[in-house]
């Protein structure tokens, strides 16, 4: 069983930063690759960075240069950073992993507006 929980999202103006962070508790934390999606209203969810246990990472075309994923190990922790904000980034956040069944976080709003 992989419980992840996600925090860090808010309202920020464009341009500004946020942090977002997702937590683990499992003890296989180490070679999960865990993904952050984000889901807008109407359309279906968009993967946007992905971090392997490996250590290798992927972006999606609009958060590159943009966004960094990381991760803490010790910690049990991913997180994703995001700069240079702009109000289509508006979305609600989730963090997933796959590990002998699919996982998805609670998820946590991002707002970009002025």
């Known amino acids: 069983q992989v419980q992840l929980v996600e925090s860090g999202g808010g309202l920020v103006q464009p341009g500004g930063s946020l942090r977002l962070t997702c937590t683990t508790s499992?003890?296989?934390?180490?070679?999960?690759?865990i993904s952050w999606y984000r889901q807008v209203p109407g359309k279906e969810r968009e993967l946007i960075a992905r971090i392997f246990g490996t250590g290798r990472i992927d972006y999606e075309d609009s958060v590159m240069g943009r966004f960094t994923i990381s991760r803490d190990n010790a910690k049990k922790t991913v997180y994703l950073q995001m700069n240079s904000l702009k109000s289509e980034d508006t979305a609600v956040y989730y963090c997933?992993?796959?590990?002998?069944?699919?996982?998805w976080g609670q998820g946590t709003q991002v707002t970009v507006s002025a």
């Open positions: 499992t003890d296989d934390f180490n070679r999960l690759d």
């Open positions: 997933h992993t796959v590990w002998r069944r699919i996982y």
